[in-house]
Nanobody
Framework: QVQLVESGGGLVQAGGSLRLSCAAS????????MGWFRQAPGKEREFVSA????????YYADSVKGRFSISRDNAKNTVYLQMNSLKPEDTAVYYC????????????????????WGQGTQVTVSS
C-alpha cells in the first residue's frame, strides 16, 4: 500500500523559509514523478513543483521559480520542498503526490495525472 506522508508545515513570517518533507513508502518509486501541489481556501489545487525520480529533472510553477527548490533522497525515499522568501500568497495546504510515469512534461502540472496523494500540511505565511 502506497503511503505519502508530508511534514514540515507551519507558521512563518513573510521572507522566511520552510522545508517540507514527503516520506514515501509501499513500493519502489524509481520510475515515478513526485509532485508538490497546494490549495488555498476557495481556490483550486495548483501545481507547485515536480521531480522525476528517474532522471532527477525538476519543474516549477512560475510563481515559485527561484524561491522554491525540490529535491529527493533515495536512501530515505523522501522528497523535499525547500521554500525560501515566502510570501503571504504562498499560504495554503501543501500536498505531495506520486505519478506512475517517470518523465516530466506539461501534464506533470495536472493533479488528475497523479495516482497517490498525501494528507497535506498547512503552510501559513504572515505579513
Amino acid at each position: 500500500q502506497v503511503q505519502l506522508v508530508e511534514s514540515g508545515g507551519g507558521l512563518v513570517q513573510a521572507g522566511g523559509s520552510l522545508r517540507l518533507s514527503c516520506a514515501a513508502s509501499g513500493r519502489t518509486f524509481s520510475d515515478y514523478t513526485m509532485g508538490w501541489f497546494r490549495q488555498a481556501p476557495g481556490k483550486e489545487r495548483e501545481f507547485v513543483s515536480a521531480i522525476s525520480w528517474t532522471t532527477d529533472s525538476t519543474y516549477y510553477a512560475d510563481s515559485v521559480k527561484g524561491r522554491f527548490s525540490i529535491s529527493r533522497d533515495n536512501a530515505k525515499n523522501t522528497v523535499y520542498l525547500q521554500m525560501n522568501s515566502l510570501k503571504p500568497e504562498d499560504t495554503a495546504v501543501y500536498y505531495c503526490a506520486a505519478r506512475r510515469f517517470w518523465a516530466l512534461s506539461a501534464s506533470s502540472r495536472i493533479p488528475d495525472e497523479y495516482n497517490y496523494w498525501g494528507q497535506g500540511t498547512q503552510v501559513t505565511v504572515s505579513s
